[in-house]
């Protein structure tokens, strides 16, 4: 059973990111970088493998620099490499934002 997300701040993804949709910076607060995180995140099909530059395509719509958001997928749990594949992980193992002091 899957526990119920928290809807993720309004006012932090309107910080971080413009009105056409690319993000601004990556936030230097973990409760906030996770929020950025997870709306990134939340654009990815659950169970599919992508392929590295399939991940670098989809976050370049965001943001140039994927390697630093690859990184923090992988550090924060949202994401698994393995052998230059990528699969999202089930939300249950990301580091929650929502549970942070």
């Known amino acids: 059973m899957t526990t119920p997300r928290t809807p993720l701040p309004e006012n932090v993804l309107r910080n971080f990111f413009t009105k056409e949709g690319t993000l601004k ?3 230097a607060q973990l409760k906030k970088k996770l929020i950025v995180l997870e709306y990134l995140a939340a654009g990815l099909e659950p169970g599919r ?7 670098n395509a989809y976050i370049k719509r965001f943001d140039e620099d ?23 992980n ?3 193992q990301w580091t929650r934002w929502d549970e942070l002091q």
């Open 49 to 55: 493998s992508y392929a590295e530059a399939e991940i």
């Open 66 to 88: 994927y390697a630093t958001i690859r990184r923090e997928w992988i550090i924060h749990r949202f994401m698994h490499r393995e052998q230059d594949i990528y699969t999202l």
């Open 25 to 27: 910076h990556l936030p």
């Open 90 to 92: 089930p939300p249950e």
